[in-house]
């Protein structure tokens, strides 16, 4: 590996840290980042390996260049991930932190389910999949933050 290729892929890791968030006290870290660079935090509760719904949510808009764009300049991005197949297995700890977070944000086990909250922790906004393309989704949250 050359010197370029090195830094692209530290500042790559730098950057995927600020924005979006894996390990147990990830809510946390991200509400840190939300009053630094005065944002709001998209935490999106996903059976990633098992709901129908979240797997095309997660390919056909989440995935998109257009709407990684629109949430990174405008959000921090919380994944709160329970996948059921072995292989995928989270952590004990991380297991029960996201049931805690699903206890208080989530407490009907519908997946997925995205909330919008601010840097408080105060709920702006609840949603879900919807057929929709990349830019429609984007104006559907904007629409829910704007209620």
């Not at 892929?9 to 980042?33: H, I, P, R, Y």
């Not at 997660?58 to 709160?80: A, H, Q, R």
């Not at 944000?105 to 879900?128: C, E």
Request: charged letters at 25%; proline letters at 3%.
């Amino acid at each position: 590996m050359n010197f370029k290729t090195i830094l692209i892929s530290f500042f790559l890791v730098l950057f995927a840290s600020l924005n979006s968030f894996s390990q147990a006290d990830q809510l946390e870290k991200a509400t840190q980042v939300a009053k630094e660079q005065n944002k709001l935090i998209f935490m999106n509760f996903s059976g990633s390996d098992w709901c129908r719904s979240c797997i095309l949510l997660k390919k056909t808009i989440l995935d998109t260049p257009e709407f990684e764009s629109f949430v990174n300049k405008e959000f921090v991005l919380v994944d709160i991930d329970f996948p059921r197949k072995k292989k995928n297995r989270l952590s004990k700890e991380q297991t029960q932190y996201n049931e805690n977070l699903a206890e208080k944000y989530n407490r009907d086990g519908q997946f997925p389910t995205i909330i919008i909250l601010d840097s408080d922790l105060n709920i702006i906004a609840k949603t879900g999949y919807k057929r929709l393309n990349p830019s429609q989704y984007i104006d559907h949250i904007k629409s829910q933050i704007n209620k």
